[in-house]
């Protein structure tokens, strides 16, 4: 046990403050409410008041801090995309991320490991092929790699796996990391919280007020609040309140799962993902392996996790590393992923003025939370689309413009 920690239980008083500051009330009014208290949500919080110094903002969240889909991701970070689009935002996301834990004071334990998407036939080589080409062309460090180059960076994996499924070749994300999800949540809210922004936990949305089409406010399971601007930032829950304003989108919930093995001795210090084989993989630095595969087949507004799921990821685990046979998958779960058609985020303003949506992030929202929170907070403060977001804009779906990023998104991370 650390000495800090006994000198700390020792005390009769206590100078170390709490991580956030615990508001009591609701006030009665604010200039921004934004619901969910993920990721997301307090980095839009953060930036508001640190980039554009609004502070009067209440972050309603009907759970505990970063208890939906920021706690039940897998952490990947990278920005190999298929799309221009996708790719410059994610590069900003990236290069935000790698001096987050210096701009939040808090250790994030982002670590640099080279991404591998793995590519089992001739059509998943062209679409690595492409990907690279787009990837190198907006000063991305991707670029194909060949079935030996492989095996000499990953010696443990089965280049045949089983005979069934043989890498050809793969594309490799040199910037790709992974970080400490709830880390990152917690970093955001304590640096929103002491900017003066109010955190309210267990505190549940059940309505917004419209006069017209302009936000009038929320209520809440504690009251009422009068706002002019609503931020939703609740991934799964997205239809639930896009319903209260009476916006439709073309959001569907599916489960996404993940498991967590038993800890292993190092042995994987990159991270591996089979778009063929539906499968990604990474070790964490206490040892365990990280896995997860594809967003189940029918849309479920439900986190429960299944057999089914773990059989099929351990049988496609065993194709790529036989050795693993003996080792107890000791966690599984859920999160409930907001996908969109073109597996691009839906982001910005909206018809409904003064609602703002940042959805539709599948699989892929954790690695985006620097900037979408850094582009919301801009399109709130200056009610105006950053220039980064417009292409994920509502009405691409009724103007025919989609994005088309499923060949990068789909099991990705």
């Given at each position: ?67 939906g889909n920021t ?61 690279a080409e787009v ?70 949305v059940c309505g ?206």
């Amino acid at each position: 046990m650390p000495f800090r920690l006994v000198k700390q239980a020792l005390r009769k008083n206590k100078p170390d403050s709490r991580f956030f500051k615990t508001p009591t009330d609701l006030q009665s009014s604010y200039d921004v409410v934004i619901i969910g208290a993920g990721g997301h949500g307090l980095a839009c919080a953060y930036y508001l008041a640190r980039d554009h110094g609004i502070t009067n903002v209440a972050v309603l969240e009907q759970g505990y801090i970063g208890g939906g889909n920021t706690g039940r991701n897998t952490t990947i970070v990278r920005s190999n995309y298929l799309t221009p689009e996708g790719v410059r935002f994610y590069d900003e996301s990236v290069r935000l991320f790698q001096d987050l834990s210096e701009d939040l004071d808090l250790n994030l334990f982002y670590s640099t490991r080279g991404h591998f998407t793995l590519a089992h036939s001739d059509s998943a080589m062209r679409t690595m092929r492409w990907r690279a080409e787009v990837n190198k062309h907006y000063d991305i460090e991707s670029e194909l790699w060949g079935r030996d180059d492989i095996a000499r960076a990953v010696p443990f994996m089965d280049m045949d796996c089983g005979g069934q499924h043989p890498v050809l070749g793969a594309l490799y994300h040199a910037p790709g990391a992974v970080a400490r999800h709830d880390a990152v949540a917690w970093g955001y809210g304590r640096g929103a919280s002491d900017r003066g922004v109010e955190i309210h936990q267990k505190t549940k949305v059940c309505g917004i007020r419209m006069i017209g089409n302009q936000v009038e406010g929320v209520d809440t399971d504690r009251g009422f609040i009068a706002c002019k601007k609503v931020v939703s930032c609740v991934a799964g829950s997205t239809p639930r309140i896009t319903d209260m304003v009476r916006l439709r989108t073309p959001v569907d919930i599916r489960p996404l799962q993940a498991c967590v093995s038993e800890p292993l001795k190092p042995f994987l210090d990159t991270i591996i993902v089979s778009g063929s084989l539906h499968v990604y993989v990474s070790q964490s630095s206490r040892g365990e392996l990280v896995m997860g595969a594809s967003v189940d087949g029918a849309p479920l507004h439900s986190t429960r996790s299944t057999f089914d799921f773990v059989e099929d990821l351990a049988d496609k685990m065993l194709d790529l590393f036989p050795f693993l046979g003996g080792v107890k998958i000791v966690r599984q779960w859920a999160g409930m992923a907001d996908m969109t058609p073109d597996f691009a985020p839906i982001m910005g303003t909206t018809p409904i003025y003064g609602f703002y949506l940042d959805a539709g992030w599948g699989t892929w929202g954790f690695k985006a939370t620097p900037v979408s929170g850094k582009t919301m907070a801009y399109t709130i403060a200056n009610d105006d689309d950053h220039e980064l977001i417009k292409p994920f804009r509502l009405s691409r779906f009724s103007e025919y413009a989609l994005v088309g990023e499923k060949g990068a998104a789909s099991v990705g991370h």
